[in-house]
């Protein structure tokens, strides 16, 4: 069973919130994030990313920016753009994107069902990229980007959804990005019981994105646990999602030569798995086993033939077969995650992406269909993992709307 609880949330005051909510901490490199805080001082990437307050020459994992982010969430606090909530509560969220909306619980998940694979991955995390977020979450004492999570899908959870919405939101904005934003409280106790029944119902929750905030914030929980004792630390920030609002989009590949390869050459050995067929237009597959490429300023259609298929659950992803049999087979690259040769650039940049990146410094290019939840699922069920940036979910949730004190 699942524990997922309410928690007393830490948010914009009204009227702040559209000023307030950033894309995750990770989005930006160092310099994109300073030119976002300069342009709106209010923005939560100016705590997210603390060093925004510092001259470049500051080392960015100092000890004085994790202090400035902790001073300034106090200050927030104290100066009213922030409200603590005195009541412990569940929240949906609703972001809506080109008209099209998905709607989560906000809650706390439980660290031991982390540790436990209730909560199930489905890729690897490094401790290097976890040491920040660590050292984050223990200067402030406060978890502040929440980890996307997905549940499969109930008609009771999608009946109290609807239900709720249609009840005036707390928050309604707009952000710049075109992304509507619309949030409700969950406060009434036989509501906050409702959900807390529906997901102790369920034997599995899984990390659709932020697998490395989520090991953090759980190691954070692990190091402050004391055995018989319910602290707020062995809980962690979530928003968790019904399957049926959920939409990946496809992760597409750009990779920077041919491997020795002449196209003719490539084209003849790709020949091998796929039957080829020219497009006079980008090629966006429209099913599994269809492979969009570009290359030489032209497109063409892959279709995976049938003695390449495979009903594995790992193995019979389009992005495996195509890493097995193309991107190490016939171009050598063998880890994707440190290989300089290949790059990644997710659907929400679209196709002509693609083609200008083989303009700059791309050979060729590979639009791939979108990994499908159910296949997430279906590898995370046994315990296994997906290969580097099999899926892009769109839209990012945004950071600064829920903060929650551990």
């Given amino acids: 069973m699942a524990v997922v609880r309410p928690f007393a949330a830490i ?28 342009a709106n001082p209010d923005s939560f990437l100016r705590i997210d990313r603390a060093e925004t307050n510092f001259d470049d020459e500051v080392d960015i994992y100092s000890a004085e920016v994790y202090e ?3 001073e300034l969430i106090k200050e927030w606090i104290k100066d009213g753009k922030f ?20 709607t989560g619980i906000v809650g706390c998940a439980s660290v031991m069902d982390y540790k436990n694979n209730i909560i199930k991955k489905h890729e690897n995390t ?23 999570l997905a549940f499969r899908s109930s008609e009771e959870i999608d009946t109290f959804i609807e239900r709720k919405t249609a009840d005036k939101p707390y928050f309604d904005f707009v952000s710049e990005d075109g992304i509507g934003h619309m949030v409700w409280v969950i406060d009434d106790d036989k509501d906050i019981e409702f959900v807390e029944e529906a997901f102790a119902s369920m034997n599995a929750i899984y990390i659709a994105d932020g697998h490395h905030r989520c090991a953090s914030a ?19 920030l979530s928003v968790l999602f019904p399957e049926n609002q959920l939409k990946i989009m496809d992760y597409n590949r750009v990779v920077r030569d ?22 006079d237009e980008a090629v966006s597959p429209s099913h599994k086993g269809e492979i969009g490429m570009y290359l030489d300023n032209n497109w063409y259609r892959l279709e995976l033939k049938a003695e390449w298929k495979d009903d594995d659950a790992v193995e019979g992803l389009d992005v495996s077969i195509l890493q ?63 290969p580097p940036k099999s899926t892009w979910f769109e839209p990012k949730l945004r950071s600064g709307i829920f903060l929650h004190r551990i």
């Fill in 68 to 70: 400035k982010a902790d």
């Fill in 83 to 102: 409200v603590e909530s005195d009541k412990k509560c569940f929240y949906l969220y609703r972001e809506i994107m080109d008209g099209r909306g998905q």
């Fill in 11 to 38: 948010m914009p005051a009204q009227g702040m919130e559209d000023k307030i909510a950033a894309l995750p901490y990770d989005v930006y490199n160092r310099e994109e994030a300073k030119k976002v805080v300069m």
């Fill in 324 to 386: 097995k049999y193309v991107l190490d087979g016939l171009l050598d690259i063998k880890d994707p995650k440190t290989d300089s040769r290949i790059d990644f650039v997710g659907g929400i940049r679209g196709l002509k992406e693609l083609e200008r990146r083989c303009s700059l410094d791309g050979k060729l290019a590979f639009a791939m269909f979108p990994t499908d939840i159910k296949e997430l699922f279906a590898v995370a069920d046994e315990n296994r993992l997906m």
């Fill in 126 to 148: 490094l401790a290097a990229k976890e040491a920040d977020r660590i050292r984050h979450i223990d200067t402030t004492n406060i978890q502040t980007g929440p980890i996307f």
């Fill in 218 to 236: 759980c190691r954070v929980g692990e190091q402050r646990h004391e055995d018989g004792v319910d602290k707020e630390s062995d809980y962690f």
């Fill in 258 to 279: 041919l491997n020795g390869y002449s196209t003719e050459e490539f084209l003849e050995e790709m020949d091998t798995y796929f039957e080829i067929s020219d497009s």
